[in-house]
């Protein structure tokens, strides 16, 4: 088991908001890790500032063992080894098969091998018939479904995924946690970060949980122990579905 | 990041037929030589040039292109060298320009008539002045007295040029002027006109070129003005030719403005422009140094033959007139 | 009078005048407003006042400040453009490029945040995130070449100053149109009013096509 990514005492401010503070985290290569924490923890800012999306005020971020920075020249070539899927499921206003090979053709791929893989995931998506259509005319749940496929089907080391299924019905929401149980286990060199306010959730899918409470990291542990027997107060209170602010 | 074919092709296709259509207006015009003619709105909008130029272009084999500007401009473009010849009718003007070195030289062409134009029952009583300045100083008195107003072109142009030496032989100062009757508007000469007829509560009067005035007449613009004042030679509007000057120019057309310069003050082609017609009026009156109208060389036919051989003057005279005499009296005859 | 000079060749000058002057001012303004409105630097926000002070900038200015270029007293006057249609299609790119410039860095501001950040998330370069944003900002960008075209197809100012209005060779239908009402052909001056607006509508329901296509 080796490193996918490491945050080492990142703070992160907004003006007067101090999003992250110092927070610490591992995250493994064949684990699925859960974030945990009610809104505005500072666990989707964790995310960005790990996809190099921000660049954090203090401390540093590791990626498979190297210290990166977002302005550093390698910045675009760790994002391309890291899938993340933002809270809200944007899709481009465009077809969806264009929205799947979006991935592959920045990558440089050739066009057959393109459209060779894109057609495979749009069969498993069940979304073979609509290739041709508008993607924004998919409901939500296809919509979520494609975002996640085309961030996985450059198949990353590492997926990040922000509250992926907030928004979505019971069915849709099995169907996606299938794909990621589906993703991770596919590969155990990968490693799959989940933020989740939704407890349920975290004990179905996660290996690990950490928790995060108003920009700090609470505590990380295995499942069981985090749901069972943690050692902080927040977290015995957070289990217990209080702390939800 | 594919595009599709299909909306590039289209894209494409639009450039190449705006392109096309660009080279094809361009290059059709392309094959002869042109000449660069600055001259003022009045006299492009009277239509002589449309008449004569053909004749020139035949002759010449070349287009001349016309540019129509206000008399100032039209001399800029010549002090800058960004035309080859002028044709304008502001002797002041055109004096300096001389004086200042940027013209080859200036020769008379033509002179049309100004006229003063006010309402039809004409109460600054301008009819009956003995000349132009006089009926200038009435509109004058009957302007501060609030009786009437004066509309002025206020720009660079001959017009306005012309209304303010009328205004100083009257010993009037036009800057000193009240606006409460005198409106400096700036506006084009046809706009002028029927900015009088609109303000004709105010009784307006202006000064214009008579071109101009017939055609806002045959247009049915003004029907409530009417030419109160006119035929003092004080109101003549004398047009001269005036090829830009070569040697600070280099790039000119040299050999053409000259050519259109002295085809201008040929006989011939100023019987053409005294025979132009517009608005049922004759416009243009040549007055070309040399020129001389068919029916004095009938005259000077019969007077030649009394004249000494010995007058060097006079076998000058009379070889000109010999020939000249010959289609003068063709053309009286026919 | 209109039949004194040709009008199918006016036309033609004014949709090739315009025309050209649009195609260029965009490939210069739509970059150029793409990168304006996606990348940081200093004195941005002066910037992009700047752009959209200019699409007040007066084309007979643009017109006086081109004949100074081109007259053969200034500086470029041995290119020997001044009175031809080149220079016109100088002025009017000139008036263009703000414009486009300034609608086009409005259109890519204000592409949704997740689609920039999900581009950047999904590994595209600097290049490529522009290039993408400007995609989903199509609509705005077409928008940005009619805005461009309206402005020049209409103006008289520059036309007039830096071509000459000559006959048969840089007569536009909006310089026509000065000359008709100036000699009080109203009538004349109002049919080709008309004629630009036929000319202004295909033009436009070309790019309303080209707006409408979805570039799945």
Wanted: charged fraction near 20%.
């Amino acid at each position: 088991m080796s490193s996918a990514f490491r945050v080492m005492g990142v703070t992160k401010r907004y003006k007067d908001v101090t999003a992250v503070k110092e927070v610490f985290l591992d995250g493994n290569s064949g684990e699925i890790l859960g974030i945990l924490g009610p809104s505005g923890a500072g666990k989707s800012t964790l995310l960005r500032l790990i996809d190099l999306l921000e660049s954090p005020d203090e401390g540093s971020v590791e990626i498979a063992g190297k210290k990166v920075t977002l302005h550093g020249g390698e910045a675009c070539a760790v994002r391309r080894r890291i899938g993340m899927v933002l809270q809200k499921p944007v899709v481009f206003n465009r077809s969806v098969w264009n929205n799947l090979a979006y991935g592959l053709r920045l990558r440089g791929w050739d066009e057959d091998k393109i459209r060779k893989r894109v057609d495979e995931e749009l069969e498993k998506l069940g979304l073979g018939d609509r290739k041709g259509k508008n993607a924004r005319t998919l409901s939500g749940g296809e919509m979520q479904r494609l975002c996640f496929a085309r961030s996985t089907i450059f198949e990353p080391d590492t997926l990040l995924l922000d509250e992926f299924a907030a928004n979505l019905d019971p069915a849709n929401v099995s169907m996606i946690e299938n794909m990621v149980k589906e993703y991770a286990e596919q590969d155990r060199s990968r490693c799959v970060a989940i933020v989740t306010h939704n407890l349920f959730q975290a004990r179905r899918l996660c290996d690990r949980v950490a928790l995060m409470w108003n920009g700090e990291m609470v505590e990380v542990a295995e499942r069981h122990k985090f749901f069972e027997n943690p050692d902080d107060d927040r977290t015995a209170s957070f289990v217990k579905g209080e702390l939800v602010y | 990041m594919k595009l599709d074919m299909k909306w590039i092709a289209v894209v494409v296709v639009v450039i190449l037929l705006v392109t096309a259509t660009g080279a094809y207006l361009l290059l059709k015009g392309e094959e002869k030589q042109s000449l660069l003619l600055a001259t003022t709105t009045s006299t492009q909008d009277s239509g002589l040039l449309d008449y004569i130029l053909p004749y020139f272009e035949d002759e010449f084999v070349c287009e001349v292109d016309v540019i129509a500007v206000g008399s100032g401009t039209a001399i800029e473009y010549g002090k800058r060298g960004d035309v080859d010849v002028l044709l304008t009718h502001s002797p002041a003007a055109e004096t300096a320009f001389i004086a200042g070195g940027y013209g080859e030289f200036k020769k008379k062409v033509m002179y049309n008539n100004f006229v003063i134009v006010g309402p039809t029952d004409d109460p600054a009583g301008t009819s009956d002045s003995t000349n132009a300045s006089q009926a200038f100083l009435r509109i004058y008195e009957n302007g501060t007295a609030g009786n009437v107003m004066f509309a002025s072109r206020a720009d660079n142009s001959g017009t306005y040029t012309k209304e303010l030496s009328l205004w100083a032989k009257a010993g009037l100062n036009a800057s000193t002027f009240s606006n409460d009757w005198y409106e400096e508007t700036g506006l084009g000469m046809g706009d002028l006109l029927d900015f009088c007829e609109e303000k004709l509560d105010d009784n307006e009067y202006t000064l214009s070129d008579d071109a101009t005035y017939y055609q806002r007449v045959e247009q049915g613009t003004i029907p409530d003005l009417n030419i109160t004042y006119s035929g003092d030679p004080l109101l003549f509007n004398q047009y001269s030719v005036m090829p830009v000057n070569s040697t600070m120019h280099p790039h000119v057309n040299h050999t053409l403005a000259v050519g259109f310069a002295d085809w201008l003050v040929e006989q011939e082609t100023q019987e053409l422009i005294a025979s132009y017609e517009r608005y049922g009026h004759r416009l243009f009156f040549p007055n070309a140094d040399g020129y001389v109208s068919p029916s004095s060389l009938v005259v000077g036919y019969v007077g030649i033959q009394t004249l000494e051989p010995s007058q060097a003057t006079a076998t000058q005279l009379k070889e000109t007139l010999i020939v000249e005499n010959a289609r003068a009296l063709v053309r009286c005859c026919e | 009078m209109i039949s004194d000079y040709d009008l199918v060749q006016v036309t033609l000058l004014s949709l090739y005048v315009s025309g050209v002057a649009t195609i260029i001012g965009s490939a210069i303004g739509i970059p150029l407003g793409a990168l304006i409105g996606l990348k940081e630097f200093g004195g941005k926000g002066l910037v992009k006042t700047v752009t959209f002070t200019l699409y007040g900038f007066p084309p007979v200015l643009s017109g006086l400040a081109v004949f100074y270029l081109f007259s053969h007293s200034g500086p470029l006057g041995f290119l020997d453009i001044l009175f031809t249609p080149t220079a016109m299609i100088v002025a009017e790119t000139l008036l263009v490029i703000p414009l486009v410039t300034g609608i086009t860095i409005t259109s890519v501001v204000e592409v949704d945040r997740s689609i920039k950040d999900t581009v950047k998330a999904l590994g595209a370069s600097s290049r490529q995130s522009v290039l993408t944003v400007m995609r989903e900002a199509w609509v705005g960008l077409i928008m940005a070449c009619m805005i461009g075209f309206g402005r020049v197809i209409a103006e008289v100012g520059a036309a007039y100053m830096v071509g000459g209005n000559i006959d048969g060779k840089t007569r536009v239908l909006t310089t026509a149109i000065m000359l008709e009402t100036r000699m009080g052909d109203f009538e004349w001056a109002m049919a080709l009013g008309v004629v630009l607006l036929a000319v202004a509508f295909s033009v436009y329901l070309f790019l309303r096509l080209l707006q409408e296509k979805e570039l799945l």
